[in-house]
Each structure stands twice: as C-alpha cells, then as structure tokens.
C-alpha cells in the first residue's frame, strides 16, 4: 500500500487539513498524524476498557457494602447521584474552560445566543434525564437482588441495544445474531426458574453513620408503629415497598418473575437508550469535533438538575435533608461510591465518544464475570444447577452474537467526508462507528436477505 493511501485510510480530524496529495507524501506529520477524536492504539483502548471494568465493578460493590443490615439505605440514594454530577460538572466545566483558553476561543460555547442554540441545548436533557432514571434504579436492584443475579440479567441489554440500533439507528443484523439474541433471552428467563433464595439478596452491613442525628432528626426516622397518627413524624422508609405479587401469581410461580428482575429489565430499556441517544448526539454533525468536556458539561448540567428537582420536590427526601442534613446516613462506603460513580460516568462518556456503544456493552460482560466470582467469595452467593448450566449460556451467546459480525464490518476503513460552517474539509473513519453511518444512509433496495433483518 502506498504512503498515500495510508494516509487518506487514517482518522484525519484536524482543522483546515487537505486532502493528501502526492505532495504530502514523506509529510504526514502535517495531517495523517495529528490526533483526532477517536481512540486508535489497542494500548489506549484496552486501559479504558479496563478502566471502565474497574470501575463498574466497584460501584457494585459499594452499593452493597453502603447498605445497611436489611438490605435498604440510610442515606437518600439521589444524594450520592447529585454529588457524583456535581463532581462530574466542575471537573468537566474546569477542564474546558482550560481547554478553550489553551486553544484561545471564547467561552461562548456554554451559551445560548438564539432559540436555535437553546433548542440544541435542550437536547442534552433526553439522555440526562434517562441517566437520572438508570442511576437511580440500580440502587433498588440491588435491594432485591444479589449482586451476581444482577449483574448476569443486566445483559439483557444487549437485546435492547441490539433492537433499537435496529428501530433507531437503523442497524441490520444476520440471522445468526438474531438467534443468538433469541438464545440469550431464552437463558435469562430460565435463570429465574431457580430458588428464589438463589436470587435474593442477603443480609447487610451494619454501618456508624458520620454524624449524629440531632432530636427532630429522630422524630423524623421513628418506626412506622411509632409514627402512625402523628403529624411531625415520618417513618424511616427509603427503599421501594415490596410487592408480593410476582411470587404468588400461578403464571409466574415457575418463574418466580420478582420486583427486582422488572426493575432490571426496565433499567435495561432505559439504559440502552440513554447511551445510543448520547452517542447519537455525541458524533451527529458538527458535534463529532466539539471537546467532549463541553459536551459533558451540557450533559451534566442536566444531570444536576433533575437530581436536585428530585430531592426538593420529593417529601420524603426534603423532609429528611431539612431535619438530619443531606449527608444522614452516609458511610465511607457511600462517599467512596460518589467519586467512583462520577469517574465511571466519565469512562463511559469517552467510551462512546470515541469508540461505540457496543464496546460498552462487551466490556459489560467483563464485568458480570468479574461481579459473579466475588460474590461467590464475599456474599456468600451460592448459584443453583441452573446457573451453572444457563450463565455460561449467556456468555457463550454472546460470545456468538459478537464474533458473527462481517470482519469487514468491523474493521473496514471507510472514509466519511464533511465539511463545517467554515468550508473546511474534515476526514473520518467510520470503522468503528458503523451505526452513525448507518443514520444518515439511505436505505438501498437491494438489500440481501439478512440485511433485510
């Protein structure tokens, strides 16, 4: 291959950069080796693979540990998220104010001049909001489930993901990942069908709060017996209620369908279309070269809000934060968990701005494998025959569903051409993000027949 071509086949995102030429070649440090907006050296992707393992794990975990004996929360659970986008926020905020400066722009881009700028930034609300729900319901999973059953039927996502890529982004899939899906969610129903002590989570920690409650804090957390008839009293109740009605219904007695598993199916929904929209909106147009720290700061900013409505709107919490603090019944576990959250928001965002959403989904299944084998050694989790036989069911689906696509799919090296408001030619491959091509194609009437799917 010539140097040429090499240089047109490689990700050229820089301002103002031409067209090589023949001219350019021996030159390719005046465009082919500027760095760009996407992630290419294997070292780079596979440390923030690793990173975003590592972190996904540990907030697991200490969502865990940072319950109390009964498997429910001290604290208020939308505090640890508000704080964790609050760190999220400054830091991003900071970073590109440095950013900007650096490049000697003016900070203009956290404004909104027009009605066309406010609408454009209002977008960044859908997924805020989505994250908001997705962050907030992981908690009460966690309350009904063992970590490992939850973390095993979160792969249902990778069914969502795959049918809104599908209905959203266009996506097309062969008949064997349709059947691999098919496989994947056969074995996850089945997972149910196991003891429902299997499923349930165990008992807690106990943990000594930071501060000491003070009287009307008292009056506020008595127990429901104690509260009943009284105006200034509230009972403790920070969890979801229980809801007995999937372990009784004859329909779902086999399967023992329990709150837990609709929550996760559900986070699962909401998950997937969280990161495809943010990925959508994070490469559409001009905003594939927009700093991605600006972009998190719109996001986040969003973020704070809606935790911030939920805390002063909600009685319960309002209540709760006027009398004890917003920082009632934290533990170190609990502090520990808003930073992780935070940083393992952030090693998404970089996951899909500069590589894909499926490379989130994959390095997910990493995770579960990592979640099941301390929970086996810390949790006292005991898995039944039926996990042994349906969770390497799992994986080994999609293991197939993964290894099933086209090479030439994934690592074809197609060059994608636009040129910004300026005039100025910018280049990108579109090997990694397909789905994105796939937005903006028209539909050919020539598919085949697995492309039809």
Not at 218 to 232: A, M, V, W
Not at 236 to 243: S, Y
Not at 360 to 389: N, R
């Amino acid at each position: 291959m010539s140097p040429l071509r090499m240089c047109k086949k490689r990700f050229c995102f820089v301002k103002g950069c031409k067209e090589p030429d023949s001219s350019d070649i021996g030159m390719e440090g005046k465009c082919c080796s500027q760095p760009g907006p996407r992630i290419t050296s294997v070292a780079s992707t596979s440390l923030l693979g690793a990173m975003f393992v590592t972190l996904s794990s540990s907030r697991i975990l200490l969502m865990k540990f940072s319950a109390n004996e009964e498997n429910k929360y001290d604290y208020l659970p939308t505090t640890v998220n508000m704080c964790s986008e609050l760190v999220k926020l400054i830091f991003c905020v900071a970073v590109a104010i440095w950013a900007l400066k650096k490049e000697d722009y003016q900070c203009k881009d956290f404004g909104c001049a027009s009605w066309r700028e406010l609408c454009h930034y209002m977008k960044w609300s859908i997924p805020a909001f989505l994250y908001f729900l997705d962050n907030l319901i992981v908690f009460y999973v966690l309350s009904y489930l063992q970590p490992a059953m939850a973390v095993l039927f979160s792969n249902f996502s990778i069914i969502t993901t795959a049918l809104l890529f599908r209905i959203v982004l266009k996506r097309h899939l062969t008949w064997i990942q349709w059947a691999c899906l098919m496989i994947l969610f056969l074995s996850i129903v089945a997972l149910t069908a196991g003891t429902e002590n299997t499923h349930l989570t165990r008992h807690g920690f106990h943990h000594d709060a930071f501060f000491s409650p003070s009287n009307s804090c008292f009056l506020l957390t008595r127990p429901l017996s104690e509260c009943h008839g009284k105006d200034n009293c509230t009972a403790k109740q920070w969890t979801l209620p229980e809801v007995k009605w999937n372990t009784t219904a004859r329909t779902f007695s086999r399967i023992r369908l329990g709150l837990g598993h609709v929550l996760v199916i559900v986070q699962c929904f909401i998950s997937s279309m969280a990161n495809i929209y943010n990925e959508k909106i994070f490469k559409e147009g001009d905003q594939l070269t927009e700093n991605i720290f600006i972009q998190n700061s719109k996001l986040y900013a969003f973020g704070v809000f809606f935790n911030g409505l939920t805390l002063s709107l909600q009685t319960t919490n309002s209540g709760q934060m006027e009398n004890c603090g917003i920082f009632y019944g934290h533990n170190a576990f609990s502090v520990a968990l808003i930073f992780v959250t935070a940083l393992q928001g952030l090693s998404v965002a970089f996951i899909l701005k500069f590589l894909d959403n499926m490379f989130h989904v994959l390095m997910a299944q990493v995770t579960t494998v990592i979640i099941t084998t301390i929970s086996v050694l810390v949790f006292d989790f005991k898995p039944s025959l039926e996990f042994f036989l349906e969770a390497p069911t799992v994986l080994l689906s999609i293991f197939i569903y993964n290894s099933s696509k086209s090479r030439s799919l994934v690592y074809a090296s197609m060059q994608e051409r636009t040129k910004d408001l300026s005039g100025n030619l910018w280049e990108r491959s579109s090997g990694d993000g397909e789905e994105l091509e796939l937005l903006t194609k028209p539909s050919s009437d020539n598919e085949s027949e697995d492309d039809a799917l």
